[in-house]
């Protein structure tokens, strides 16, 4: 089981950007996949998640700027992200699990390696 996440970089404030998440060897609408985002020396926290009913919530700091979607037919779960400020800069993750508990990050089994973003001013 993987998860591929891609599609950081670097952008300036008030861009955009769209993180991939691939999986293989895990149907992604089987399971409830989210994003988190970690800076270094801080906690990492939640940004959105979408359940396998396909509902989806989001973290307050992101809402109205970021959309966590899923693709079923290329396994892929996405994060696009807009208007983005100095304060999203951080390695963002993606993440699976069965748990509907899914604000917490120890409910998730498996994780992808992290893609960076990197948002100047």
């Known amino acids: 089981v993987q998860l591929q996440a891609s599609g950081g970089g670097l952008v300036q404030v008030g861009g955009s950007l769209r993180l991939s998440c691939a999986a293989s060897?895990?149907?992604?609408?089987?399971?409830?996949m989210a994003w988190f985002r970690q800076v270094p020396g801080k906690e990492r926290e939640f940004v959105a998640a979408?359940?396998?009913?396909?509902?989806?919530s989001y973290a307050d700091s992101v809402k109205g700027r970021f959309t966590i979607s899923r693709d079923n037919a290329k396994n892929t779960v996405y994060l696009q992200t807009t208007s983005l400020r100095p304060e999203d800069t951080a390695v963002f993750y993606c993440?699976?699990?069965?748990?509907?508990?899914?604000?917490?990050?120890?409910?998730?089994?498996?994780w992808g390696q992290g893609t960076l973003v990197t948002v100047s001013s």
């Open positions: 979408i359940r396998m009913s396909g509902s989806i």
């Open positions: 060897g895990r149907t992604v609408s089987r399971y409830n």
């Open positions: 993440a699976s699990t069965k748990s509907v508990a899914i604000y917490q990050d120890a409910n998730y089994d498996v």
